[in-house]
């Protein structure tokens, strides 16, 4: 099956969707926009994606509705465009975004610093082990593109690394360019799109801290069920979270489960009379307790009033 989930700005799940397993990605999301638009009145959409959600054909849909995006671009263009900025500035990229238009269109070339340190420290474990390999003999290096993206030739079928494509290689370190149709100023489009991580948080959530896969029924309504109560934990997750900010704190997740699941109740009898006693909460729980009585300083999220089945589009579910 494919699930999709509509997050707002402050990551409160809003809605879901549900489709067989046999639909491709990019045909979902034209219709999810449509619909957007006929069930909540949302007429302004700014399509936010990766760049292996949108086809050719999903683009050119956008584009012809006039719709706002930001999409990121595979890695050919980016190669295309990295040097290009830098002939502009005549230095190397210092800076997080910069806007670049070619062929009429407008990219945003951005520079992730924590990323380019990663891939810095990625590339010199490659060029240790590459060393390392060299010494043993180089003929298994042919087939290797980790490695080959490294080397050139020296003779017949012998190689060594080469220092100008190592160097060439470091002036994408921590780089990605993004393709838009906003008038959004380059910062502002790349933190946009660096949002996605919010729809990823949910999806890794949903998933595995509520175990929503592996399922195991028998009839696609039983699994949009499982699938919807899945969803509500979502909603009342981010509903506990947003409580426990407006006590001042940040609780985590896991450890908010853990000390819940710690609580105990014990019954006891004295003088004829019957006691509970709950056991000392923990500090995570401590929180969870109190959160619900609290007031959230910004709107708490509230369980969305929509049918649970109205979302599912009727062919069988592939399982």
Known sequence: MILAVLIDGDGRPICSEMWPGNTADVTTLIPIIDRLNRRFAIARVCVIADRGLISAETLAEL???????????????????????????GREIDYEAK???????????????????????????????????????????????????YLKT????????????????????????????????????????KQ?????????????????RPIFHKFDKTIRGHVFCSFLALV???????????????????????????????EIEHDGKRFLLRSAPRPAASLALRAPASRCRRPCAKPPSIDPFQNVVPPPVRR
């Open 196 to 212: 996605l991580w919010t729809v990823e948080q949910t999806f890794r959530t949903a998933k595995h801290l509520f175990e929503t």
């Open 236 to 266: 009342l997750k981010k509903a506990l979270e947003d409580r426990i900010a407006a006590l001042g704190h940040a609780g985590s997740w896991p450890e908010i489960i853990a000390d819940l699941d710690a609580l105990t109740e014990t």
């Open 154 to 193: 020296i003779r017949d079928q012998h190689f060594a690394i080469d220092p100008d494509k190592v160097e060439d290689e470091k002036r994408f370190d921590g780089i990605f360019v993004l393709r838009t149709n906003t008038d959004l100023n380059p910062l502002e489009a790349m933190l946009c799109y």
């Open 63 to 89: 584009e012809a509705r006039r719709l706002l995006y930001i999409l990121g671009v595979r890695e050919q263009l980016v190669r295309e465009l990295v040097p290009l900025v830098m002939t502009k500035r």
């Open 99 to 149: 806007a670049v238009v070619l062929a009429s269109r407008r990219y945003i070339v951005c520079r992730n610093l924590q990323e380019a340190a990663k891939d810095a420290a990625d590339r010199a474990a490659i060029l240790a082990a590459l060393e390392r390999t060299l010494k043993r003999g180089d003929k298994a290096l042919i087939g290797n593109t980790g490695y080959r993206r």
